[in-house]
């Protein structure tokens, strides 16, 4: 008989993850496993239904770290940082009895990250400052320490008869995982679908990068949409939102504190000086929980 293991579906402003105690069960570590389950489970119409899997792991490092998260994609790709996803994972840990800390030092692929407990179902989450060289973004876009902005991105032939090449103007940069920065007059009628995939992919990103949508309203509020890496459009990210603070005030439209809406609910980003780390602040909440087999 298949192994069967408990579940949590949870959401972080409608950025909705599958979590895994791997503090309690025995997991598996084969990355190959991962890959299949994180396509099983994830699938919206034949299982859960999810952005990603989260899996609390036990730290590698003790000394540096009080526990460890591990993100798989909907698609099965495993990635480095998830701003959504780790205030659920620090509610989760807090709500299961793993930890009553106010603060945890949270093991990441792009390094330790520290949420808070900001009161009610809020959490913060100290992102650490931005990365603006293109190389350690990674993008082929720009050179030096960066930062790049308001670079031309050319995505190949606008049709199918070739005549005239389709490009789009955009800022990258990374935070712990890349991102893509577009602004846009209208987020509602932006090509979120059409361009979000081609410029994911485009070899201007050897990791491929998630894709943000910005429409500025004021100088303390903006709307956004996200095309999210290995996943679609999600109805939000963290990181994306973090990216999105870190841009706009880059480029002078926004104050270094801003509210940022996304599709799922608001996060508030604040980033107080350029060589400060970005704070963000925003909900997380419980769904429901289950069981489901570990394999097919």
């Not at 299949?36 to 239904?49: C, D, E, K, S, V």
């Not at 780790?86 to 692929?109: M, N, Q, S, Y």
């Not at 650490?128 to 032939?157: H, W």
Request: charged share 30%; net charge negative; glycine share 10%.
């Amino acid at each position: 008989m298949t192994r069967q293991v408990e579940f949590t579906k949870m959401h972080g402003a409608g950025n909705d993850f599958v979590m895994l105690d791997g503090l309690r069960d025995a997991l598996p570590d084969d990355p190959r496993f991962w890959e299949a389950f994180a396509r099983r489970i994830g699938h919206r119409q034949l299982g859960i239904g999810c952005d990603q899997i989260l899996v609390a792991r036990p730290p590698r490092d003790p000394e540096s770290a009080d526990f460890r998260m591990e993100i798989y994609n909907q698609d099965g790709s495993q990635v480095e940082m998830c701003g959504n996803g780790i205030r659920a994972f620090f509610k989760f840990l807090r709500d299961r009895g793993h930890t009553r800390a106010d603060a945890l030092r949270v093991e990441t692929l792009s390094g330790v990250v520290v949420p808070r407990w900001a009161g009610g179902d809020l959490v913060r989450v100290d992102m650490g400052r931005p990365v603006l060289a293109p190389e350690k973004i990674p993008t082929r876009l720009g050179s030096g320490d960066g930062p790049v902005l308001d670079v031309t991105l050319l995505l190949g032939p606008l049709d199918d008869k070739g005549d005239e090449e389709e490009s789009v103007i955009l800022s990258a940069v990374s935070m712990g995982n890349p991102h893509a920065v577009l602004f846009v007059d209208d987020v509602e009628r932006a090509p979120v679908l059409r361009l979000g995939p081609r410029i994911e992919n485009h070899p201007a990103f050897p990791a491929r990068t998630n894709v943000e949508f910005v429409e500025v309203v004021a100088r303390d509020h903006v709307r956004q949409r996200t095309w999210e890496r290995g996943a679609g459009e999600t109805l939000a990210c963290g990181s994306g939102a973090c990216a999105v603070g870190v841009v706009s005030m880059l480029r002078g439209v926004a104050d270094r504190k801003l509210r940022v809406e996304l599709r799922g609910g608001d996060l508030e980003i604040a980033w107080a000086d350029d060589g400060a780390p970005v704070l963000m602040t925003g909900p997380a909440a419980e769904v429901f929980t289950g069981r489901i087999p570990l394999e097919d």
